[in-house]
């Protein structure tokens, strides 16, 4: 398996989701049901996609990117709310293109060979398939929280 054969599924799941993301209410990026709004879980999704380029790709992060959604030291406690729709759709737009090009920049030999990262040893068709999943998840708490979610009121 290489580049090229995960590239279309890559893709696909990617343009479901962010016609999802494009198509939500502004307003609603502060729903939340439990511990992230929705606004939240968008930009931890494409705070992950840069952190799997850099550990299973050798794509370094950016460094004008501030990971704020990460569950490290004092994890959970004073969580950032995101709220400019525009701004999440960029970030995730830009994290997209920056893992498919470390993707592509990745000799065939290496997408079997298991790296060190943070969560253990995966390969990168592993790391693929985890992010897949982890979108498939993300987009699914969105619907939940849309349906059920009570409706903030404007103040």
Same mark, same amino acid.
Request: hydrophobic share 40%.
């Given at each position: 398996?290489?580049?090229?054969?995960?590239? #279309?599924?890559?893709?696909?799941?990617?343009?479901?989701?962010?016609?999802?993301?494009?198509?939500? #209410?502004?307003? !609603?990026?502060?729903?939340?049901?439990?511990?992230?709004?929705?606004?939240?879980?968008?930009?931890?999704?494409?705070?992950?996609?840069?952190?799997?380029?850099?550990?299973?790709?050798?794509?370094?992060?950016?460094? !004008?990117?501030?990971?704020?959604?990460?569950?490290?030291?004092?994890?959970?406690?004073?969580? $950032?709310?995101?709220?400019?729709?525009?701004?999440?759709?960029?970030?995730?737009?830009?994290?997209?293109?920056?893992?498919?090009?470390?993707?592509?920049?990745? $000799? !065939?030999?290496?997408?079997?060979?298991?790296?060190?990262? $943070?969560?253990? #040893?995966?390969?990168?068709?592993?790391?693929?398939?985890?992010?897949?999943? /982890?979108?498939?998840? /993300?987009?699914?708490?969105?619907?939940?929280?849309?349906?059920?979610? $009570?409706?903030?009121?404007?103040?």
């Amino acid at each position: 398996m290489s580049f090229a054969t995960v590239l #279309p599924i890559w893709e696909s799941i990617q343009s479901r989701f962010h016609k999802m993301v494009k198509a939500l #209410p502004e307003q !609603d990026l502060v729903l939340q049901i439990g511990p992230a709004s929705i606004g939240y879980m968008l930009r931890h999704n494409a705070e992950v996609e840069y952190m799997f380029a850099d550990w299973f790709f050798g794509a370094p992060m950016p460094a !004008d990117l501030e990971v704020v959604t990460n569950r490290g030291p004092g994890g959970g406690k004073n969580k $950032p709310t995101f709220t400019n729709l525009e701004e999440l759709v960029a970030l995730l737009e830009q994290s997209n293109n920056y893992l498919i090009e470390a993707m592509k920049n990745l $000799p !065939d030999e290496k997408w079997h060979q298991p790296v060190e990262s $943070p969560m253990g #040893p995966s390969t990168p068709i592993e790391a693929i398939g985890r992010l897949m999943y /982890h979108t498939g998840i /993300h987009a699914g708490q969105i619907s939940l929280i849309q349906k059920n979610a $009570p409706a903030v009121k404007a103040e």
